[in-house]
């Protein structure tokens, strides 16, 4: 009976020692395929980093109407003031030429991540909610493409038009603050609303 139990540890050890074996390799494996895909990513950030002015160094600012984020710019072309969805409101709507500096599709609607509109009421420095414009005779948005623009995939290299909208409060100055990707603001455009 001992000789059995003798028996069956060493095969069990020989088992073990088999099976750690095996996990060793398949850890240098793993290392060495860890190792190609550090290669393959650092090639891909390469690639990226020839690929648009500002994707080159992914370096964020806003200066002179122009918001760089790393891989995407936004232009500020030009601003008004329309009727708003709700009634008696009105909104805010910067018309922006979005790039795709990358060479992947991206997403411009994630400016409202970065980007914050302010405006101050009687009591406080309210910040503002992305708004609606009001609908057309035919219950259609008038700026229906611009709006798609901001919300569709942008293709790598391309340029579209899109806007951004923002519901008022009243009528006194709204100021548009632009932060980078550690949402520091980098910098601020004030919009004159009244009319």
């Known amino acids: 009976m001992k000789k059995r139990s003798v028996t069956l540890g060493l095969i069990t050890t020989i088992l073990l020692s088999t099976a750690l074996v ?5 850890n240098s494996d793993s290392k060495s395929s860890k190792s190609t895909d550090e290669k ?3 090639a891909e950030k390469s690639t990226q980093v020839k690929t648009g002015a500002d994707a080159k160094n992914n370096k964020w600012s806003f200066k002179n109407d122009v918001f760089s984020a790393g891989i995407l710019t ?4 030009k601003s008004e003031v329309r009727d708003s969805s ?3 409101k009105k909104v805010l709507v910067i018309y922006t030429d979005v790039t795709n500096n990358s060479n992947k599709e991206q997403d411009p609607s994630n400016i409202y991540i970065v980007s914050h509109a302010y405006q101050k009421t009687d009591t406080a420095n309210k910040q503002l909610l992305p708004g609606m414009v009001a609908l057309d005779e035919n219950a259609d948005s008038p700026l229906q493409k611009y709006e798609d623009a901001l919300n569709d995939k942008l293709l790598p290299g ?4 899109a806007v951004m909208i923002y519901s008022l409060e009243n009528d006194s100055p709204v ?6 990707s550690d949402f520091k603001t980098l910098g601020s455009k004030t919009y004159n609303v009244q009319q």
Do not use: A, I, R, W
């Not at 095996?22 to 398949?26: L, Q």
């Open 22 to 26: 095996g996990c060793s390799n398949g």
């Open 74 to 77: 936004y232009k500020l072309t």
């Open 40 to 42: 393959t990513e650092k």
């Open 86 to 88: 709700e009634d008696g």
């Open 158 to 161: 391309k340029t579209t038009q």
């Open 175 to 180: 100021k548009v603050s632009f932060e980078n």
